[in-house]
């Protein structure tokens, strides 16, 4: 997950070639539009990667079939607006948008941002395919948590998507 211009300057064939190399799956290019696959989009999927793309509160109707097209992978929901890390997901508002997603694609959709807690992990993955946790991580790891407690976190987080 990342920007385009640090794959642009490394050259988009060189990094595609050293992303499969390094075994990465798939790309979350978080400032490339749909309507500049050609950049990325169509070559990472050519050279065997998933080209994941966000949908967010603000992604309407009209604008929805276009972050789908090309979309392989997931799609990864942004449950809130605003930054990652400042607010919580709430299941009863993410409900609704991943069912409006998943009505127009088979892909799973991912549901990231504002996931903090357990029970919180356990509310998304109840109404999505799957959480994300980023920052709760991060802001642990920045606290200097032992590693040992960092990995208990992230079992706990990982047993609350599981009990849903």
Do not use: W
Request: contains cysteine; proline residues 6%; glycine residues 10%.
């Amino acid at each position: 997950m990342g920007y385009y211009n640090p794959i642009y300057s490394r050259g988009v064939d060189r990094f595609l070639a050293d992303a499969r190399a390094a075994g990465i799956d798939g790309l979350i290019v978080v400032d490339l539009p749909p309507e500049e696959d050609d950049e990325l989009c169509i070559p990472a999927q050519k050279a065997g990667l998933n080209f994941i793309r966000l949908a967010t509160p603000t992604t309407d109707d009209r604008r929805l079939p276009r972050v789908l097209t090309n979309t392989s992978g997931f799609v990864y929901y942004v449950s809130i607006t605003g930054i990652t890390g400042a607010a919580e997901a709430q299941a009863a508002n993410v409900g609704p948008e991943v069912a409006r997603i998943k009505a127009q694609t088979d892909l799973p959709v991912i549901v990231g941002f504002g996931i903090r807690t357990p029970d919180t992990a356990q509310a998304i993955a109840g109404v999505a395919d799957g959480a994300v946790v980023g920052s709760a991580i991060v802001a642990k790891i920045a606290e200097g948590r032992p590693v040992s407690e960092i990995l208990d976190f992230v079992k706990g987080l990982a047993d609350g998507a599981h009990r849903a």
